[in-house]
Every structure is written in structure tokens, then in C-alpha cells.
């Protein structure tokens, strides 16, 4: 984007955002590796739809055969006040008061949801519990409109295994099967998405205003330049084989998995379109129509691959 975009500010806060969940996340992660089962699974950031074109996302889904657990992880600082009549989380950091939704009603509407999904594929419903995970050891809880019961659900770091514990007791008895729980582990697995990202609907950014080429691996000036078979920067005087990669999946995220021989051309910045077409073969990609009408099909697998 260019650099004096209005939008940037807001668009950097919600990275902010994505990355401390991120971490809060992987937080958790370490906090079970502390938890001496065996037979547990752990899925994070699980996207699933239902028949009804509803979709959800677990932050981190915990399921043994005995019970499931949904967790609902927030990394944040300051001063937090669960209101569970207003339905809200205020945090008041440095003078600021922001509002959220319930993290608690988040994970009551996923527990909702995935018995749903449950039914629907043809398993039995266990036991689900949810709870919330606020791992910034900075943060201070408040509690107004909330009773003991949905104040045990809210924990601080450490506490969620206090609290797996606390379920391991309670439910002795197995509702799942191993052979059952290898069929939910595969059909996770298939039914798994990642959700798309459209810039258009979130930010109300056109796609005119993104600013196209390939970035230098050294200065990161936009705007490489091919010839004989090398990107070469005008700057800096980086040479480069494979650049464009980064730039390919920057299209990939930006614009969606499909792509011409024209947008290659128009997104890199290069003019030959014998040039895009070997670029493009080199990749192995499936494709789709016949020549100028052929698209060519691009995967996240083939970034973490090439990338």
C-alpha cells in the first residue's frame, strides 16, 4: 500500500491484534505440554461450517474420548472487567477504555456450534467445557454481573490445567471410541479451512489502490526489475533468482488462489508473457481452460515449499 494510506494505522492495529492471539496461543501450547494424558488431541485455529452455511472457529480444541474442551484464548494487558449482563469485556489500559464482546459467550457459541457439527457428521455428542485463557501475565481480572460459575471458567495462564484436571476427574466414563476418535481426527482434518480475507469488505480498500511488483530481498524497495533470467534491484543492485516468489504469494493472499498469465504479468511487473508462462510452468501448478483463458491454481503447501 502506498505509504500515507489512511487505512494503514488500523489495518497495523489488527495485525497487533492477530499476533498476541498468536502468542497467546502458543502459550497455551507450552502450559499442555505440562499434562501427563496420553490420549488427548489438540487442534488450534480450527475453522468448520455447518449444513446451514454457518461457519466457527475454535481457538484451541482440546478432545479426548471421554470429554471435549474448547478454549477461547485472549493475550491481553491492563485492567479487564467481565460483564456477563452487558455481555462485554472492558479492558482500560494507559487511560483508554476499549469494549468487546464476551469471550465467554464466544466459547458458549462455539460449544453450540460444534454440537451441531457433531450430529450433523454423525457422532455423539460428549460432554463439552469451555474456558477462557487470559495469558498476559500483566493483565488484572474484574468481575461485575458475573457469578462463581463463570468466573471458574476464566483462567489465568497456569490455572488451565488446574482446570483439564479438574474435568479429568469428572468425567471417568468414554463416550469415543479409538476407532471413533481416528474418524473424527481425519474428517477434522478434511473439513478444516482457512478462512478467506477480503480486503474489499473488511477495510472498504480497492484492489486499484494495492501497490503491485516484487519487493528487494535486501531493501525492500518495491519494484524489481527481470532480466535474463534474474530480479534485479534499481537501488540497492540485489540480484535474485526467486524474489518473485514472496510477490506470487502476496497475490495468493491478496487476490485468491486463482491466476492468468495476464495478472502474473500485471502483479510482478514484467511485460513478456513467455516469461510469466515459464515462471508459472516452473511451479508445476493445476490448471483450468486453455490458453489466454487458462488460470493456474496456487496453494499455501507450494509457499511453504518454495518460501
Known amino acids: 500500500m502506498p505509504p500515507n494510506h ?40 480450527l475453522h468448520l461450517g455447518n449444513n446451514n452455511g454457518s461457519t466457527f472457529q ?11 474442551l474448547i478454549t477461547e484464548v ?34 458458549e457459541f462455539q460449544v453450540r456450534q460444534l454440537k451441531i457439527w457433531l450430529i450433523q457428521n454423525g457422532f455423539p455428542v460428549p460432554p463439552i467445557e469451555h474456558l477462557v485463557m487470559m495469558s498476559h501475565q500483566n493483565c488484572v481480572l474484574r468481575f461485575l454481573n458475573t457469578d462463581s460459575h463463570d468466573q471458574y471458567r476464566i483462567c ?43 480486503i474489499e469488505k473488511i477495510y472498504r480498500i480497492s484492489r486499484s489502490e494495492l501497490l503491485n511488483g516484487v519487493h528487494c530481498p535486501i531493501c525492500r524497495l518495491l519494484g524489481m526489475i527481470y532480466y ?13 533468482k526467486d524474489a518473485w516468489l514472496p510477490a506470487l504469494r502476496d497475490y495468493y ?12 504479468r500485471e502483479f510482478l511487473g514484467i511485460e513478456s508473457g513467455d516469461v510469466a508462462y515459464q515462471h508459472l510452468k516452473k511451479l508445476n501448478l ?10 493456474y ?3 499455501w503447501d507450494l509457499f511453504n515449499q518454495y518460501v
Open 6 to 45: 489512511p487505512k494503514i494505522p488500523i489495518i497495523e492495529e489488527d495485525s497487533r491484534k492477530r499476533e498476541a492471539g498468536f502468542i497467546g496461543e502458543q502459550k497455551l501450547d507450552r502450559l499442555l505440554t505440562t499434562h501427563p494424558q496420553k490420549d488427548y488431541h489438540m487442534f488450534n485455529g
Open 58 to 68: 475454535i481457538d484451541s480444541f482440546i478432545y479426548c474420548p471421554r470429554y471435549f
Open 74 to 107: 485472549k493475550n491481553m494487558n491492563g485492567e479487564l472487567t467481565f460483564d456477563r449482563q452487558a455481555g462485554q469485556l472492558i479492558q482500560r489500559v494507559d487511560n483508554k477504555q476499549i469494549g468487546y464482546e464476551d469471550p465467554l459467550l464466544q466459547a
Open 156 to 198: 489465568r495462564g497456569r490455572q488451565v490445567i488446574f482446570r483439564i484436571e479438574d474435568f479429568d476427574v469428572k468425567y471417568k466414563h468414554d463416550v469415543f471410541t479409538p476407532a471413533m476418535m481416528r474418524k473424527l481426527t481425519k474428517l477434522l482434518l478434511k473439513k478444516h479451512f482457512e478462512p478467506s480475507f477480503d
Open 228 to 240: 535474463q533470467g534474474w530480479w534485479i534491484c534499481p537501488t540497492c543492485g540485489c540480484k535474485s
Open 253 to 264: 493472499l491478496l487476490h485468491g488462489p486463482w491466476i492468468t498469465n495476464q495478472q502474473f
Open 286 to 295: 493445476k490448471t483450468s481452460g486453455n490458453n489466454k483463458q487458462r488460470f
Open 297 to 299: 491454481h496456487l496453494t
